[in-house]
Each structure stands twice: as C-alpha cells, then as structure tokens.
C-alpha cells in the first residue's frame, strides 16, 4: 500500500492498514517534523515494528537531510524481526521505486554473535570470545608479526597468530563496503565467509555508511560502549527505543557497580600484575609509557575536557604547559606507577569499608569526604579512573582484559562516585538477604535516576522515541527519564470482534479471596483456588495455557503444594506441563517442547515467572496461548535498601508516592506478561488476572488502554467458576469463522479507505517515484553517494 501522509507518501509493504497504524504514523511524522522526541504506546500485535519502520524510511527517501534511524532492542531475536520485517519493506519499495531507493541496513551485536573464526566463535562466554579476539587482532600483536615477517623470510613458529579475516578486511582499506541491502546478523557472517572479511569489525566500519542501523540499547546507554560504537552518530540521527516498558530500569542498571570481597581480592592480585608489567616496561622500553601520555592526552581532547589547541600545546611542551592538564587530570595518577599506588590505597579503604558488620548507606559527597579524610584520596582523582585504566592496559599490552575485570570494575565504580554528586547511593551490606549468619558483603553503588544515563541521547539526537505496548500511564515516563515529548498517545485497539477477553478473578468457587499478598499467598486455602483455577480453564480452554507467578520462590513453593494436593495431576491428565527455570537452556528446552506439544494437538501449560525471560521476549500467538494467567501482582521485593533509596529519591526529586510507583511497575508487569497472549487480530486470548487487587480502580486503571477497554463489569470480581462460564462462552464465539470482509472500514483500513483519508484532510494521492537527489555532505551525503551516505570511514582497530 502506497498513500499520502500529510503530504508524505508512505511505502507500507501490506494490502491492509489498521486505523492505529495510521494514527501511529500521524504521531510520529508530527515529531519528525518537530524535530523532537516522543513517547507511544501501541497495543501488543498490531504492527508496531512494521508501522514505525515504513515511516521513518518513508520520511528519510523524501526528506534527504533526516539522518540515520537507529533501531534499539533488547535481545537478539527482537533484532532478527526487525530486519526480517525491514528487508520485506525494502523489497516492496524497490519494486515501485526502483534502485533508487535502495539502503543499506544492518545489525550490530557482539563479538560471540558476529565472529566467524574457528577457534575464537567456538568459545563459550561473550568474555571469551572477546578475550580471543583481541589477542588475535591488537595493533602491538600485529606490530610484531609483521616485524617478524620483516626479519625473516617465514615466520617463526613461535611468531603471534594473527586472524585471517581481520587481516584480510584490513588490506582492503576503503574498499571493504557491502553492497545495498538488508543485513542480519546471519547475512554478515555469511557475507563474511564469502569475502573473507571479519563480519564485526565490517558492521563498525559499516555504521557510517548505513540509513537503518538495529542493535542493543546498551550501545547508546552505556556509556563505556556508547564512546567506542556510536560516538560518530550524527544529530540527524532518529533513535528507537522498542518495547521500552523497562528503559528506566535499564537505564539504572548501566550506571550501577556491584563490589565484592572477591572482586577487590582480585583487584589487588590485578595491581600487582600491573605492577610487574610496568616494571618490565620501564626497563626495556620506556618509550611506550611516555607515548601514553600523549595519548592520554589526545583522549581528553575528544571528550571535550581540553580542547585541540591546549591539548597540542601539551604534546608538544608537556614541562611547560603542566599547569593546563592538572585541572583535567591529577599529577599523582598521570604516572604509571603512582596510578597503581593510588589504585592500591583506593582498594585498601574499600576492604577496610567492607569489613564493618553493620548496614551503611550514603551519599557521594559523604563517601567523597570520608575518603579524603581517611585515605587522603580527592574526589578529582576518582573521576578519570576508568579512562586511566583502559589507557594502561593498552600501553602494557594486555590481551586478556577480561583477566583485569576486578581492577577495571573497581575503576567503573571510581569514576561513577567521582562524577555524580546526586542521583547516586552507596549501600553497603555485610551479610546476604537469605542467608544473614554468613558474612557476604557487597558495596552497591545504584544510580537511583535513570535520565543521567539517557540524557545525552536526548541531547544528541534530533529526534528520539519511546514505545512499547505497555507504557500506561504513559505520563511517568517523561518524568522518570527527564524529557518533554512533543507527541505522547497511547492508541487504543481497533476490533470488531472481541478477541481479547480480560477478566479478574477475586475468589474461588468457595467465595475465599484469593491474592498474593504478603499474609494470604502461604494460605492453603488461596493455594488450593489458584490450582483450581488452572485445572478448570485446562478444560475448557484449547491448545496452550502460560501462568506467570511473582516470582521463582513463589511458583516453587506453588508447584511444591499442588504436587502435594493432587492438582498437577489433575491438570496433566489434560496438559503436558513445563517449567521456566532460571538456567536459560533449560527454559530453552522446555519452551521447545511446550511448542511442539501444542503442534501435535496434545496441548500444555507453561508455567513461568514475572520479569522472567519468557515474560519479556516470547510471543505466545495462535495456540501456543489462549489463555493466560496472571497470579498476583509482581511488585518487587520492597525491602530491598536499593528499591527503597530510589523511592525515596523519586518521592523528594520527582513527587512521586512510593505506593503509586511501585503499583505502576507490578502493573506494567503484569501487562507485559498477559500481552503475550495476542499477537494480531485475527488472534485471540483469555487474560486472567488472579487477585482480589486487581479489582481495585488503583490497579486496573495503570493497565494500558487497548486492555482496559475490553474490561467490562461483568468480567471483574469474579468466582472460579464464573471466570471458567464465560471463558467457555468466549471460546464458542471465538471458533466460528473469522469473518475478514467485516473488518473493512472498522479495524482494517484498504487503499481506498486510506485514500479517502487522506483526500478528507486535503491531500491528494501520493507521489511515486525516485526520491530527490542527495545533497552533497551533511548526514546522509559521503564519500558514497546517494542513499547510502554517511561519514567517512572509520578505522577500527
């Protein structure tokens, strides 16, 4: 379908438009146009991935300036659908456009998912991985083959190994480009095996060049992989952020540093290696140390803490000029050997820190000032570690960083306490939640804001958008992240039939309440209803059943009692059952197994965990889910001090309530898991949400709109088995015909319907044809040309 959008002609690859596609579109246009940021929801399988990319690369064919469309996700298959749906978008444009409209799109992940060399991808961790590939690619390694190939005419056998398709990629220079096109992971190996070239260091080198870029959102929100990946990204740029119900909580995550006694153990093993090594250093080749302080130099330079003139001015006299760097970086960590010594004090004053028996928490101006009165350590020093450290283990040719994790963790935290005054608390706990007679201490710095983290995206980019299925109440957001959109809707469903059936189950057959709260969910009684609620809806419910629980130890000590009670077997002479565990192969298999029991008819229940896995990323269409259980309310674990200085944060920074943040994220949850259950319209599902809270205008009125409006009142404050009377009701409607043609005009939107549209708001049928020509430079232009423009080449190494 091709059709006019306020004067933009859009490419959508399907024959049918939802009307919240469309109003989904209008609101992402308008913020394009606004050049500002956005936050919508869009109800779970109704094309929020498809929707958001035909506009987007719609807009960039017809407006050249707009930059790159940066597409974040969360996890490896949620980027392998969006290429999927990106190359059948790309292919119905070119077959009405032609060449010229033409892109080059690609994903970017890690070295484990990317690598194709024999020995290195055959490595189990991502540390691993990354750990071999630099000792086969470092510039010092390299440096010394080609010295040994110099000096002799073979290489010795004890020469360094070096990686043929990192070699390879290497000598082609310039040239080594791909072609337009859609790429996925798989393609990049493939592509790589075919060319020899190496896949991950290709897709860097790539970036420049792309229109359509899809990977983590840790390569925008950590800040330590942001300045190596996407520092080169231009303002022009349109980011993505998708289901991005959990961003906040992601945010926080990259900006929090957990210590233990072992990683500060292994730090001081690290300081004396290093110590070693510069030792060695010193003695036989002193030259690279001073050559660090150029670099060092260089690196501040781009990071904006002096600017280029200063900083050629210390290359070039370092004695005179010694004044202008002391502000930047402190005399007593420039030095190799007395950055170490610092490194050591600093690591004594956080054992001596951790061995208190009692529960502290503090700010980090009060952990700055008792660090400078007890181990005369200024809070200056702390703030470039992290820089420092990776500087040095260049310069030391350290291969196998993953070796020096404690000391670079060590560092993280340094310069995390050293830059953040606020936002920020450290919390120090001498002994383990679960086990409090066995001393395990663990010193937290949380950050307790998740906007310091996605801020500079939000300053950087033109245009940045949130979205999910379930961002209600979509006006915390914007809060919580510390942004003014210019567009925020939550869209509603479209339907005309009833495919979406929630209901809320309160009591069980025998009128007790039923919930999870903290004195009701160990009650026998509220144990035996919810077995009995899953034995009842696996009568009369086909194909899959999926319950999600609060958490493991709550769906451990359920399955536990209803093996006791009878009520597991009870439901497996109906449905095979299966488990998530907290082992991901094993939840792998299970879900594997679940899939096919559902294929041969047999039918299962898979009973999984809130915040779990399964919860966040699988899709339960068809029948592999018609139904699906919500026991409880997954608040978190309020007596966690993080959980609670946050909250306390909220309160006194954003006004907040503590109660209305915490419903807010058992609720989101909540949604997110019963969401698995629908993934088009032409789906359909029970949602069971099992507690008496949910009854409550409080809870249920945090639930996204496209759930709540399918709510009505006679499907609240329901018994057993009057929740299973009208799901049996549901599921009769639900079997006859889906009757497509009744649609036309109400839920699905033709060409005609579109065209009328966009006629009523006074534009007339789209354009068709090449896009205009690119303009010289600036974000899309290049050294390439045409849509496939970019900056220049990058050189990774």
């Known amino acids: 379908m091709i059709f006019n959008l306020e004067g933009l002609t859009v490419y959508f ?7 919240e596609q469309y109003r989904y579109m209008l609101e992402l246009k308008r913020a394009l146009d606004a050049k500002g940021h956005g936050c919508l929801e869009m109800p779970t399988g109704t094309g929020k991935t498809i929707t958001c990319l035909s506009l987007i690369t719609s807009y960039q064919l017809q407006n050249p300036e707009c930059g790159k469309l940066i597409y974040c996700t969360r996890t490896v298959p949620e980027m392998e659908k969006v290429l999927a749906e990106l190359r059948n978008l790309q292919a119905y444009r070119e077959k009405h456009v032609g060449k010229a409209s033409q892109i080059m799109a690609l994903g970017l992940s890690s070295r484990k998912n990317m690598c194709i060399h024999p020995k290195v991808a055959d490595e189990g961790s991502r540390e691993s991985v990354d750990a071999n590939c630099r000792r086969l690619t470092a510039s010092w390694v390299r440096d010394k083959h080609m010295a040994a190939l110099a000096n002799e005419e073979e290489a010795p056998e004890n020469a360094p190994e070096l990686c043929e398709f990192f070699e390879d990629y290497e000598k082609e220079g310039p040239n080594a480009i791909l072609p337009p096109g859609v790429y996925t992971l798989a393609d990049l190996r493939d592509f790589g095996r075919k060319k020899g070239w190496c896949p991950y260091f290709l897709a860097r080198h790539m970036i420049s060049f792309a229109n359509v870029v899809v990977y983590n959102y840790q390569y925008l929100l950590d800040p330590k992989v942001a300045n190596m990946v996407s520092r080169e ?11 991005a119900h959990n961003i906040d909580n992601v945010c926080i995550e990259a900006l929090s540093v957990n210590l233990r006694q072992q990683t500060l153990d292994g730090a001081s093993r690290n300081i004396a290696q290093l110590t070693q090594r510069i030792e060695h250093v010193k003695a036989h080749d002193e030259q690279r140390l001073r050559e660090e302080y150029t670099r060092l130099v260089n690196g501040l330079a781009q990071q904006g803490v002096l600017d280029r003139a200063r900083s050629d001015q210390l290359i070039a006299n370092p004695v005179i000029s010694e004044d202008i760097l002391r502000e930047a970086v402190p ?13 050591r004090r600093f690591v004594e004053y956080l054992k001596q820190r951790m061995r208190g028996g009692s529960v502290e928490q503090e700010t980090p101006i009060a952990f700055l000032a008792h660090l400078q009165q007890t181990a005369a350590i200024d809070g200056k020093t702390l703030k470039f570690c992290y820089d420092r450290i990776t500087s040095l283990l260049k310069t030391l040719e350290v291969v196998d960083t993953e070796d020096f994790s404690a000391i670079s963790l060590i560092c993280d935290f340094a310069t995390l306490v050293g830059t953040y005054e606020k936002g920020f608390a450290l919390i120090l706990e001498p002994y383990d939640e679960r086990y409090p007679n066995i001393p395990d201490p663990v010193f937290q710095l949380t950050c307790l804001d998740a906007s310091y983290a996605i801020a500079p995206v939000f300053d950087k980019f033109n245009s940045v958008f949130i979205t999910s299925g379930t961002l209600s ?9 510390g942004f003014k959109p210019v567009c925020s809707a939550a869209l509603d469903m479209t339907l005309t039939r009833e495919c979406l059936c929630p209901m809320v189950i309160t009591r069980g057959a025998d009128q007790q309440m039923v919930s999870t709260k903290f004195d009701m969910r160990d009650d026998p009684g509220v144990i035996q209803n919810y077995g009995r609620v899953l034995i009842d809806l696996c009568s ?19 399955i536990s009692k209803w093996h006791e009670t009878g009520v597991l077997q009870q439901v497996m002479r109906r449905k095979l059952v299966f488990l998530e565990t907290q082992d991901v192969v094993e939840t792998s298999l299970a879900l594997d197994n679940y ?4 294929n041969c008819g047999r039918g299962a229940v898979f009973l999984s965990v809130a915040r779990g896995k399964i919860a966040e990323g699988i899709d339960f269409d068809r029948h592999y889910g018609r139904a699906v259980i919500m026991y409880g309310v997954p608040y978190q674990y309020t007596l966690s001090r993080i959980l609670r200085a946050r909250l306390e944060y909220l309160r006194e920074t954003f006004q907040i309530k503590e109660a209305d943040f915490l419903s807010f994220d058992a609720v989101r949850q909540a949604a997110q898991c019963v969401g698995r259950v629908i993934r088009s319209k032409a789906d359909y599902g029970l ?13 249920r009125g945090k639930l996204p709109k496209w759930i709540t409006s399918h709510l009505h009142e006679q499907q609240l404050n329901l018994s057993t088995d009057m929740a299973v009377a009208i799901a049996r009701q549901f599921m009769r409607d639900m079997a006859q015909p889906y009757d497509r043609a009744g649609q036309m005009g109400k839920s699905l939107l033709d060409q005609n319907s579109v065209n009328a549209m966009a006629a009523a708001a006074g534009f007339g049928p789209p354009t068709i044809g090449p896009p205009p020509p690119k ?16 900056a220049g080449p990058m050189t990774i190494g």
Do not use: T, W
Request: aromatic share 14%; charged share 20%.
């Open 331 to 343: 005399g007593n960590i420039r030095r190799a050997e007395h950055f170490i010594a610092f490194l």
């Open 473 to 481: 109440p979509i006006n915390l957001y914007p809060q919580l992240l």
């Open 775 to 790: 303009p010289m430079g600036g974000p899309m232009g290049g050294p390439m040309g045409g849509p496939m423009g970019g």
């Open 540 to 558: 009369c419910v086909p194909d899959g059943i999926v319950a999600f629980f609060v958490s493991y130890s709550y769906m451990e000590q359920i």
């Open 595 to 598: 899939r096919r029991a559902c």
């Open 233 to 243: 990204l231009e303002r022009e740029c349109v980011v993505v952020f998708d289901e």
């Open 13 to 19: 690859p399907y024959e049918y438009l939802y009307p």
């Open 687 to 699: 949602m069971v949400f099992c507690d008496k809270r949910y009854n409550s205008h409080d809870k």
